[in-house]
């Protein structure tokens, strides 16, 4: 058996950044290939950071809304409010969430749209300027992105309380929420 040690073997620093480029054409077209790449998926992702994400969701049987992800803090099914007296109409109960006592509003009614009773309905619970409330809502379908400048102008409606509830419709259907103009107007009632 022998008992030779290994062999060190030294690496030299480069002497300047030159040292490390590539020195045969394969290796330099494959390091433009992925500099170019890398560009590329830079200026996708400074695109990107305009567009807001939203949880899309359906009000009703035709009636597509979204939620900026940056105001929902949680998605909560098979929980029932429990009610309260003397209470706005469109305020269904209350629940128990870590402790606090959270408002929970049934959208379609805040929204003045057709209520129904939904067994499968889930509860979004948004937060702003230190208020979280629920939001009842009838289905979740996922999430998707929006450009803000890239919205269309929202309708108005005799039917909604206040159209300043809507930012605008991201692809002419899905209606996205103001949830700091829902939440200012519960501060000031």
């Given at each position: 058996m022998s008992t030779?040690?290994?062999k060190h073997h030294t690496l030299q620093s480069p002497r300047s950044a030159s040292d490390l480029l590539p020195t045969d054409k394969e290796s330099y077209r494959i390091l433009h290939e992925?500099?170019?790449f890398l560009a590329m998926t830079t200026l996708d992702t400074k695109d990107n950071k305009k567009n807001i994400s939203y949880i899309k969701f359906h009000l009703g049987k035709q009636e597509w809304y979204g939620i900026p992800y940056h105001y929902a803090k949680e998605v909560i099914?098979?929980?029932?409010?429990?009610?309260?007296?003397?209470?706005?109409?469109y305020i269904v109960g209350v629940i128990n969430r870590h402790g606090a006592l959270i408002a929970v509003f049934d959208l379609k009614q805040r929204l003045n749209l057709q209520s129904s009773n939904n067994e499968n309905a889930h509860i979004i619970l948004v937060t702003f300027n230190n208020i979280t409330v629920g939001f009842l809502v009838d289905h979740i379908e996922g999430s998707e992105t929006y450009d803000p400048n890239a919205l269309d102008t929202r309708l108005t409606s005799r039917w909604m309380v206040k159209s300043e509830y809507i930012v605008g419709?991201?692809?002419?259907?899905?209606?996205?929420?103001?949830?700091?103009?829902?939440?200012?107007?519960?501060q000031m009632n």
């Amino acid at each position: 058996m022998s008992t030779k040690a290994p062999k060190h073997h030294t690496l030299q620093s480069p002497r300047s950044a030159s040292d490390l480029l590539p020195t045969d054409k394969e290796s330099y077209r494959i390091l433009h290939e992925r500099a170019d790449f890398l560009a590329m998926t830079t200026l996708d992702t400074k695109d990107n950071k305009k567009n807001i994400s939203y949880i899309k969701f359906h009000l009703g049987k035709q009636e597509w809304y979204g939620i900026p992800y940056h105001y929902a803090k949680e998605v909560i099914r098979n929980i029932t409010p429990t009610k309260i007296p003397f209470v706005p109409h469109y305020i269904v109960g209350v629940i128990n969430r870590h402790g606090a006592l959270i408002a929970v509003f049934d959208l379609k009614q805040r929204l003045n749209l057709q209520s129904s009773n939904n067994e499968n309905a889930h509860i979004i619970l948004v937060t702003f300027n230190n208020i979280t409330v629920g939001f009842l809502v009838d289905h979740i379908e996922g999430s998707e992105t929006y450009d803000p400048n890239a919205l269309d102008t929202r309708l108005t409606s005799r039917w909604m309380v206040k159209s300043e509830y809507i930012v605008g419709l991201h692809q002419g259907v899905i209606a996205i929420l103001n949830v700091e103009s829902l939440l200012s107007d519960v501060q000031m009632n």
